[in-house]
């Protein structure tokens, strides 16, 4: 007798409600161990790969790749005992969820809410037009203009945006578009495509042997079609989720919570480019690509020793102002799925050799979309690096639990007065945005001050 384990999705960290299907590993009929990782999904944050909890063999996957699904939903069937050796007895759950201070369900991965059903939840079929069906417009976000550096100030690319209008519905002697509830029959390569383009694999019909849905198929949908919008329509829409949700909470958020002050200050940065330069043949820096941003955040995390409010966080529901002795370095990256802030752990502990070689890290991963919830989580301040896009400066949105970010901008050749003269010189523009509840004018001003000072002329850090 077949012994069925619902696998529940995850919450994967910090309380995260929902999650999209990526892509799946496994099919039914696979045999699956412990640990294997068998889906790919994309929450709010960040794709992340879930392990299986059970061993045994995959008998229904429950949710379809591009299904959007809430935590505590069975997501796959794994029979325990496929060779029906074991007793008919139930196996219980390894672990009840618990909950925390606040009554949520803290779920972890392979266990969460005990499912009574298989069943997904109902999703509402698209509504007939006349005389051929239309599917709304999907799309993938475009990445947020805010990266960390590469070569000199080089930015992350940002994903494109894309719609998929869906073909007219097929005739009686059509092969049959895949019902819903079913994984439609089509290879991974189409999935990722279908994915890209935002075409819904559901309302095609395939064009392959037995129904298979082809790479053609998807793109023949993604392609205009009289059907798919009014004539003369220059408008398309996508859905707001994922990344690009999260961001747009948490930007209201913190724009109609903390009084933003914003201030900026224009640096001659020549001896910091100079000593960059220095520093390319130094034995102790070969392998280590030391960019403008780290200097930036070397300085920062000096300034920030002076005045530790631009690193503390206003506490509401306490009533207290929490300064914490670490800085816990954000750095906001745009990616293909959009904006994320990963952060660097006790950047103030670290020398700048260190810090180089912790943001290039940072920003491969951010690239390559796996950067991790975890690591987005507890920053202290932020940096944002405008400057990648030739941006001199801008009036940068706190991130939410947040005192202070810091936009760091282009720096170019520009005329400036030196010893009465004026001269070709290196300069660039710094902004500090911070919460005026946390920090007085007088504090920011100071802060602003001294990272500006330690970047026209870094033998200063001696003395901090």
Known sequence: MPQLKHFPLPDVGEGLTEAEILGWKVQPGDTVTVNQVFVEIETAKAAVELPCA??????????????????????????????????????????????????????????????????????KAPAPAA??????????????PVAPPVPEQATAPAAPVATAPVAPSSTAQAPAVPARGTVPPA???????????????????????????????????????????????????????????????????????????????????????????????????????????????????????????????????????????????????ATPRGLVVPKVRDADGMSLRELAAALETLTSTAREGKTTPADMAGGTITITNVGVFGVDTGTPILNPGESAILAFGAIRDMPWVVDGQVVPRKVCQLALSFDHRVVDGQQGSQFLADVGALLADPSLAITY
């Open 54 to 123: 059970y061993a045994g063999k995959v008998v229904e996957l429950l949710a379809e790749p591009g299904q959007t699904v809430e935590v505590g939903t069975p997501i796959i069937s794994i029979d325990l005992d496929p060779e029906g050796t074991a007793s008919n007895e139930p196996t219980p759950d390894p672990a009840p969820a618990e909950s925390d201070t606040n009554g949520h369900t803290a779920t972890l991965v392979g266990y969460g809410p005990q499912a009574t059903s298989s069943k997904r939840r109902p999703r």
């Open 131 to 144: 005389g051929a069906a239309q599917q709304a417009l999907q799309g993938a976000m475009a990445g947020s």
């Open 187 to 333: 290879k991974p390569p189409v999935r990722k495509l279908a994915k890209d383009l935002g075409v819904d694999l559901h309302a095609l019909a395939g064009s392959g042997a037995g129904g298979v849905i082809t790479r053609q198929d998807v793109e023949t949908a993604s392609a205009p079609a009289a059907t798919s919008a009014p004539v003369g329509s220059r408008e398309r829409r996508v859905p707001i989720k994922g990344v690009r949700k999260a961001t747009a909470q948490a930007m209201v958020q913190s724009a109609f919570t903390a009084p933003h002050v914003t201030e900026f200050l224009t640096i001659d940065v020549t001896p910091m480019m100079e000593l960059r330069q220095r520093l390319k043949s130094h034995p102790e820096f070969q392998g280590v690509k030391v960019t403008p941003l780290a200097f930036a955040a070397k300085a920062l995390c000096l300034a920030a020793r002076r005045t530790p409010d631009v690193n503390a966080t206003w506490d509401e529901q306490a009533g207290e102002i929490v300064y914490k002795d670490y800085v816990h370095l954000g750095i906001a990256a």
